[in-house]
């Protein structure tokens, strides 16, 4: 008789508790079990990938991956250009995605992106234990951590981290809305041939639907109060992406037949003869009556943080993200943590207003990295070396991360690599670190360096040095090309340097 595998992870005590086989969980389970951290790795689905199982709905990511590019494949500066893999040490386990992809388009489709997902976790023969669902979470009597409720039993830990995603549809307090179908529930494109549709919502969601739908819709209004924030103009990943324009595109061009509008709605009624959607317009005033054979809400989804509310975790963001500190840790529950795309609940600087790239696979990989080190120092001991350093060899080191360094370009103004001076070791590298705890927290004398986007699109290098507990922000030369290795910038950032690791 053939030995029947038991399932990884049993109940018990661990370390720490993954809980959510998503592309965030993933990773985080990775780079923890690569630093020596023991933990236990729980999904309620059957196989990897989170919601790339399901969505998008009409099957295209709006991240791209780019199989040919100016560096090599599973090269850490190929990951600039490939924005849906997962991160591995070994360069066989990196830019899965691409190997998947069938070359028609340079964003992967669903099923590409969940095969290349499932990959990385095959490759690197990862456990999970599948079929576990997390139920409840309660505090340990004696404060020493966390119990994680599931379907399969108890699991107590010191360290919990949450990584379901926001994956909990999600729709405003509006009289009617709860009787609308949420993105969530859309049926296949074909059922809405001929008809008048009503999409609420003009973010990526509902521009996806859009698009989608324009070759059997009769008509297709999207509606919300603010107008149309388009990635490319404000140079934010949160914003809706060109991916899906071509909606966008038609009502600009007034060829009839999709409308995009910037209106509150007041409420939505179905009766016999379909749908009304009643709005005032925002930013042309006056009353709008909407009839419409469908009514979609593509108004986003919120985090199914279950119980952790009741233990004191506080949220925003109309209770859709919870609050994180600079290390995604909650601001009000120490020892719960948050991988994924909930990590976009830890703002950071905001500066120009751009937002991290958190809510994104290509974003959030990076998060997962640097938050399993913050962990494996802070919580057990373990000690990642650290690259001694010369004085003289910093500012090259900083300028050639400017240029190539895909945590800095992928996470602008939101990660930074950091170079310290180390009361034992003298000039040390401290890897990349999150830039809002470098700037605002107390640290050793050190330097970091990250790259920004300005409002007026400018990318370029921001310098950051903290000296007695003070810290200077410096910002150097751009280039069109995006070329800051110059000898300009090399001699402003000796100068800037100079005397502070003496």
Request: aromatic share 10%.
């Amino acid at each position: 008789m053939a030995r029947v595998a038991r399932p990884s992870h049993p109940p018990g005590r661990y370390p720490v508790v993954i809980v959510g086989s998503g592309p965030g969980g993933i990773q985080m389970s990775y780079a923890l079990s690569r630093l020596g951290v023991e933990h236990a790795f729980l999904s309620a689905d059957d196989a990897p990938a989170g919601m790339f199982q399901r969505f998008p709905f009409f099957q295209r990511l709006i991240s791209w991956t780019k199989p040919y590019a100016p560096h090599e494949r599973g090269t850490r500066a190929y990951q600039r250009y490939d924005w849906n893999s997962l991160i591995a040490e070994d360069p066989a386990h990196n830019a899965l995605v691409p190997r998947r992809m069938d070359g028609t388009s340079s964003f992967p489709s669903r099923e590409e992106m969940e095969l290349g997902i499932a990959d990385f976790v095959r490759r690197t023969r990862m456990k999970i234990r599948y079929g576990c669902r997390w139920e409840g979470t309660s505090r340990e009597e004696d404060g020493s951590g966390f119990t994680i409720h599931t379907s399969d039993g108890d699991y107590r830990c010191g360290v919990f981290v949450c990584a379901v995603g926001m994956t909990e549809a999600w729709k405003p307090d509006i009289p009617g809305l709860d009787r609308v179908p949420h993105y969530v529930n859309v049926k296949q494109a074909r059922r809405y041939a001929g008809k008048d549709i009503v999409i609420i919502g003009k973010r990526n969601s509902g521009f996806e639907l859009a698009d989608g739908l324009l070759p059997w819709a009769r008509t297709i209004t999207l509606v919300s109060p603010r107008p149309t924030r388009l990635s490319i103009q404000i140079y934010s990943p949160a914003a809706a992406r060109a991916r899906y324009m071509q909606p966008y595109e038609e009502h600009v061009l007034g060829s009839g037949g999709v409308y995009v509008l910037d209106a509150a709605i007041e409420r939505v009624s179905r009766g016999s003869d379909g749908w009304k959607v009643i709005a005032q317009g925002t930013t042309a005033p006056g009353r709008i009556v909407l009839p419409a054979d469908e009514v979609i809400a593509a108004t986003g989804f919120g985090t199914p943080l279950r119980d952790l509310g009741d233990l004191g975790v506080k949220t925003f963001f109309s209770n859709r993200l919870p609050s994180q500190t600079p290390w995604w840790e909650s601001a009000t529950v120490p020892g719960i943590y948050f991988a994924g795309s909930i990590t976009q609940g830890s703002i950071g600087l905001k500066k120009y207003g751009q937002v991290s790239s958190s809510a994104s696979v290509h974003g959030f990989r990076y998060n997962a990295l640097v938050l399993a080190r913050h962990l494996a120092e802070t919580r057990f001991g373990v000690r990642p070396r650290r690259r001694k350093m010369r004085a003289d060899a910093v500012a090259g080191y900083l300028l050639k991360e400017a240029a190539e360094a895909p945590e800095l370009w992928n996470q602008r103004s939101y990660l930074c690599r950091s170079v310290v001076a180390d009361a034992g070791r003298g000039i040390v590298d401290d890897g990349i670190v999150p830039l809002a705890q470098f700037v605002d927290a107390p640290g050793p004398d050190g330097v970091a360096v990250t790259v920004e986007t300005t409002d007026t699109g400018v990318m370029q290098p921001a310098i950051y040095v903290r000296s007695g507990g003070r810290v200077e922000e410096h910002i150097l030369e751009t280039d069109p090309l995006l070329r800051f290795r110059t000898r300009d910038n090399r001699a402003r950032l000796d100068a800037i340097l100079k005397g502070l690791f003496d």
